[in-house]
Structure formats: C-alpha cells, structure tokens
Antibody, heavy 121, light 110 residues
Framework: EVQLVESGGGLVQSGGSLRLSCAAS????????MTWVRQAPGKGLEWVSV???????YYAASVKGRFTISRDRSMNMLFLQMNSLSAEDTAVYYC???????????????WGQGALVTVSS | QSLLTQPPSVSGTPGQRVIISCSGS????????ANWYQQLPGKAPKLIIH???QRPSGVPDRFSGSKSGTSASLAISGLQSADEADYYC???????????FGGGTKLTVL
C-alpha cells in the first residue's frame, strides 16, 4: 500500500528540539520531491520545507535556520529536525509527496495523517 | 496574512454550484499551476485539483478548476453535505522560493 506515516510528535519545552519522521511505503522518498506542511490549531495550512529528488532544499522564512529537512534512502524515510522551538511552532505537521515532474510546485498527491507537536512556554 | 487570497467562507444548498476564488500574483499563480486541497474536519488534506484543472483519479467530476492570469477558481457543482470542508489553493512562489497556501475557505452546505 502506498502511504506516509508520521511519528515523533509530542510535547516539548520552549527552546527545545524534536525530530519528526515520515515513513514511506510503496514508493521511494528519494525519487520524489517531499515536503512538510503544518497546521496550527484552528488555523490554515502553512508550508514548511521541501526537499527535491536531487537534494535541493527550501524553507519557509518562519523556520529557516531552525528546521532541517532530510531523508534516508535506505530507511525510505523523510525527517524534519526542529530546533529552538517556540509556542508558534505548535501545530500538526504533515509530510506529503510531490506529484509533479516539475518540482517547484504546490502539487502534492499523497499526505500522511499528521503528527502533533506542542511547544509549552 | 496569506499571499494567496481566498474568501473565508462560502455556502450553498444541496444541488447548487459554488465557486471558490484564489487570487495571487505574477510570482505564484501567474507563473505556476494552481492546486486545490479539500480538508474534512479532523483529517489530512486531500488533493482534488492539480495543474489548474486536472482531477486526480477518484475525484468526482463535480469538482473542476480553472485559472486566468493571476487568479484561480474551484467550482463544485451538485453540492452534497459530504462536501462540507475547508478548501485551500496552493502554488509555488518563485520570488519566495516556497509553496504558498491560501488562507482557506470553509464551505457550508445549508
């Protein structure tokens, strides 16, 4: 079955760190562009980061310098390392798979169920 | 404040047709395709329109998309109660080097 499953969410204190994982099955995370999108409680979707199949990465201004996206080909997993967390980072974090040949795109055809990250002040 | 502007809410009665707009600029919708996502309460987003007007397999043809210049639209015809959800447009922004999501539109079926 083709799916994405996030893990690693939880409660962390302000200033702390957390690493989210996204396990892929049915396809290779290295062959697609992969992204993280978050949603604060009661708010809309906010794009966080993308990694292209060739390894290029981009970040939203709100997380640049604090978050790092990466992947492991052998484990077929996507990661998001989050440092210097603040209350504003509290959200459900979704990983998603790119659906286009053109990687600079807002086209994501497969989403995980999400992982909740709560940052306490 | 999102750089892709959507109405906060739209409503319609069963069987009606509603349209949700998404207004952007030359650096996003004007130069990239618009994509649309449906998010049911408590669920992950689901792609319903990609590349301006393409429906993924399994999405009913009641859903259609279009783009003109720096704006895009999602039309839903034959409204059903199951369509009650939040709808988001999304596009790559070449100036920001990232994906923009619209602020979301809550669809209520009266």
């Amino acid at each position: 079955e083709v799916q994405l499953v996030e893990s690693g969410g939880g409660l962390v204190q302000s200033g702390g760190s957390l690493r989210l994982s996204c396990a892929a099955s049915g396809f290779s995370v290295s062959s697609k562009y992969m992204t993280w999108v978050r949603q604060a409680p009661g708010k809309g979707l906010e794009w966080v980061s993308v990694i292209y199949s060739g390894g290029t990465t981009y970040y939203a201004a709100s997380v640049k310098g604090r978050f790092t996206i990466s992947r492991d080909r052998s484990m077929n997993m996507l990661f998001l390392q989050m440092n210097s967390l603040s209350a504003e980072d509290t959200a459900v974090y979704y990983c998603a798979r790119g659906g286009n040949f053109y990687e600079s795109s807002g086209y994501y055809d497969l989403w995980g169920q999400g992982a909740l990250v709560t940052v306490s002040s | 404040q999102s750089l892709l502007t959507q109405p906060p809410s739209v409503s319609g009665t069963p069987g009606q047709r509603v349209i949700i707009s998404c207004s952007g600029s030359s650096s996003n919708i004007g130069s990239d395709s618009a994509n649309w996502y449906q998010q049911l309460p408590g669920k992950a987003p689901k792609l319903i329109i990609h590349s301006n007007n393409q429906r993924p397999s399994g999405v009913p043809d009641r859903f259609s998309g279009s783009k003109s210049g720096t704006s895009a639209s999602l039309a839903i015809s034959g409204l059903q109660s199951a369509d009650e959800a939040d709808y988001y447009c999304a596009a790559w922004d070449d100036r920001l080097k990232g994906v923009l999501f619209g602020g979301g539109t809550k669809l209520t079926v009266l």
